[in-house]
């Protein structure tokens, strides 16, 4: 979400005319949070802040959607122990109209009702500390009397396919974290993915008249648009389809990863797993297997036997079971097995964009490129699957995306 872009995209303004106006975004996502601000009048000055509590001197677009109490006290972000009990997911708890999956989300909803906290609670605490963290980074730049003297607009993004409710819920959520709602705008995550997207692929192959559907694939949902390009230099974009999407994100590879090892292992045998046992393979998973899986390479055939190295994951404590290939705390999966997980996800992503490809071509503006963005979308596997699937157009993974 930028700029004067934004307007574009059709966040109106709140402001008396003729005074500029200040942006402050906050991308709410899933498993991960980001925020970025501009004036109106340097859009060219759009600021990704980069720095987080506890975050070291790695510099991140994003950090962690993870809340987890100390006391009274909320920690966020970089702050949390993702080794121990904390809240993740519950962006997702906002929305109960979607049939709920996700097993972190659905262990965190467990532990906001010990609290006697409804997951906007959450999100409202989550989202007060980013705004409290954009705070300081304005002040550190010496800006931050912009909040109080400019016309400011808040933004806050939410999935193509959230229900009114759980849109009702994000500004809910806005208000407890101090947002005034009379500045408030929700910005569709497409949409706000969109202008980021074109930037960063400019000035490459796409000009004027040009249609391209833009595909975040993120960790809870995968929205998407199609827009067509109106004006190059500044930039400009017409929607040509409606958003569209699904709750079919990286973390449904989580919960189909968790169930085969439940399957692997037996349920009984997971039950009795301490709870830190229980969260190394999925650490594992999520921070090492899945995102470098990047599928068999077919034509390679000689390779085989390399390619299907297959992987090695630590549970500490599961018995041994040769006919299972567990020893001495270790399982065995074979890639296919991994291929298994990702391929119904994959799956729904190219029916998402078949039919964006269909409404594109129905209002006459068959689109060129489809451009992946989010988590998801940087997994090579997924790009690859795609580019053979939609041969008629080109597939892009922009940087930084
Ligand atoms: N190469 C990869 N392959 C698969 N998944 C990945 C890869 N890289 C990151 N991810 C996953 O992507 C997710 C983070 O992506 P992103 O930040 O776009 O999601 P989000 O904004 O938190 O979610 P959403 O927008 O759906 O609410 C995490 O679940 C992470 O594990
Ligand atoms: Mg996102």
């Known amino acids: 979400m930028t700029d004067s872009d934004v307007e574009e995209l059709s966040v109106s ?146 999935p193509a396919v959230w229900s009114d409710k759980a849109k009702d819920l994000t500004m809910q959520a806005a208000r407890l974290a101090g947002i005034p709602q009379a500045n408030l705008v929700l910005l569709s995550e497409p949409e706000a993915a969109a202008v980021d997207a074109i930037r960063t692929i400019q000035p490459n192959s796409i000009t004027q008249d040009d249609c391209f559907i833009v595909c975040d694939a993120g960790g809870g949902t995968v929205d998407l648009i199609t827009y067509k390009v109106t004006q190059k230099d500044p930039l400009r974009l017409e929607e040509v389809t409606e958003g569209t999407g699904a709750i079919c994100g990286s973390t449904i590879l989580d919960n189909a990863f968790q169930k085969l090892l439940i399957e692997t292992i037996s349920k009984t045998h997971y039950d009795q797993l301490s709870d830190e046992a229980k969260r190394i393979p999925m650490r594992i998973w999520e921070k090492d297997i899945k995102p470098n899986y990047a599928g068999q390479d077919l034509e390679d055939a000689d390779a085989d036997d390399f390619l299907d190295a297959g992987y090695i994951i630590p549970v500490p404590g599961v018995p041994d079971c040769p006919e299972k290939h567990i020893r001495n705390g270790m399982l065995y999966f074979e890639s296919e097995q991994v291929e298994k997980i990702f391929r119904p996800v994959v799956e729904q992503i190219k029916s998402l964009i078949s039919d964006q490809v269909l409404g594109a071509k129905l209002a006459g503006i068959p689109p060129k490129a489809v451009i992946l963005v989010g988590g998801l979308g940087s997994s090579e596997y997924v790009f690859k699957a795609l580019k053979t699937c939609f041969t008629g157009m080109e597939v892009m993974q922009p940087r930084n995306a």
């Not at 340097?42 to 506890?54: A, S, Y």
Request: charged fraction near 20%; proline fraction near 5%; glycine fraction near 8%.
């Open 13 to 158: 303004p709140s402001a008396p005319s003729g005074q500029a106006k200040f942006f402050l975004g906050f991308d709410f996502g899933t498993t991960h949070s980001g925020i970025a601000y501009a004036f109106e009048n340097c859009p060219e000055d759009l600021e990704v802040i980069q720095e987080w509590p506890e975050g070291g001197n790695n510099s991140s677009q994003k950090v962690p959607t993870l809340i987890s109490f100390r006391g009274d006290t909320a920690l966020w972000g970089y702050m949390v122990n993702e080794m121990k009990p904390c809240i993740r997911g519950f962006k997702l708890l906002l929305d109960k109209s979607k049939n709920l999956s996700y097993g972190p989300a659905i262990e965190s909803e467990a532990i906001i009702q010990s609290l006697d906290k409804k997951p906007v609670d959450i999100a409202g605490i989550y989202l007060k500390k980013l705004m409290s963290h954009a705070r300081t980074i304005l002040c550190r730049r010496g800006i931050e009397s912009v909040l109080d003297t400019m016309d400011v607009q808040y933004i806050v993004t939410v």
